[in-house]
């Protein structure tokens, strides 16, 4: 369901530092979780996802953490720059007999500084 | 390569008028479809996904509809809209299968009832 806050959580940092981006997720059965990022006005593109059996995956800049005892995902971005500034959601993924659909957290929203 | 497509960009509808939103997806066959809104400042809600032609889940009830009369298209409806339909709405696709998790978004319809 939706969040009934207004706002979405703010992440504030400096160009060139590294950014960490939490999550909870809610369903211990999900196979993947997904995290993106949208930029102002677009639909969210992907950056990375982690099966459910993994702990860490990197990417390009980006790796993904997964704890699964307590239910939290997070997404650490190295040397964040400003093209880095967006909003970023987690998602977990249901399976086929789903549709396979994606539920999203509410979003963190990332300001790089220069 | 595939490509998403959506239309209109933006829309103005007063209270009470209908809707028809589309979408169509290039390059692929047989994904899963789906529609999401996003009200300003927030999460993305699932309202539909479907699997194949002719085969739609509602994930909440509203005075929204989805069709998908051919494979690779995927219209959202209203016969009547709400000041509350106002929002960001957003088609996507994704292939079938376990590994693929990423979800690919359509450039977005802004809708603002009045």
């Known amino acids: 369901g939706e969040s009934v806050g207004l706002h979405l959580p703010t992440l504030s940092v400096q160009e060139g530092d590294n950014s960490i981006i939490n999550c909870a997720y809610s369903?211990?059965?999900?196979?993947?979780f997904i995290w993106y990022k949208q930029e102002s006005g677009k639909g969210p593109q992907f950056i990375i996802d982690i099966r459910s059996n993994m702990d860490k995956r990197q990417g390009q800049r980006v790796t993904v953490l997964l704890n699964k005892t307590v239910k939290h995902l997070s997404l650490q971005i190295a040397a964040t720059q400003p093209g880095d500034s967006a909003v970023y959601f987690c998602a977990e993924k249901g399976g086929e007999t789903s549709g396979s659909r994606l539920t999203f957290g509410e979003g963190t929203q990332l300001t790089v500084n220069p | 390569s595939q490509t998403i497509h959506q239309w209109p960009a933006t829309l103005v509808q007063p209270v009470g008028s209908p809707l028809s939103l589309e979408c169509t997806v290039e390059g692929t066959s047989n994904p899963n479809l789906y529609w999401y809104r996003q009200a300003a400042g927030r999460g993305l809600q699932l309202l539909f996904y479907?699997?194949?032609?002719?085969?739609i889940s509602s994930e909440v009830p509203q005075n929204l509809s989805a069709s998908r009369p051919q494979d690779r298209q995927f219209i959202l409806s209203s016969k009547k809209l709400l000041l509350s339909d106002s929002g960001f709405y957003l088609c996507a696709w994704t292939k079938k299968g376990l590994a693929d998790n990423e979800q690919f978004f359509g450039p977005g319809t802004r809708l603002t009832v009045l």
């Open positions: 369903n211990s059965a999900s196979d993947y």
């Open positions: 479907s699997v194949g032609i002719g085969q």
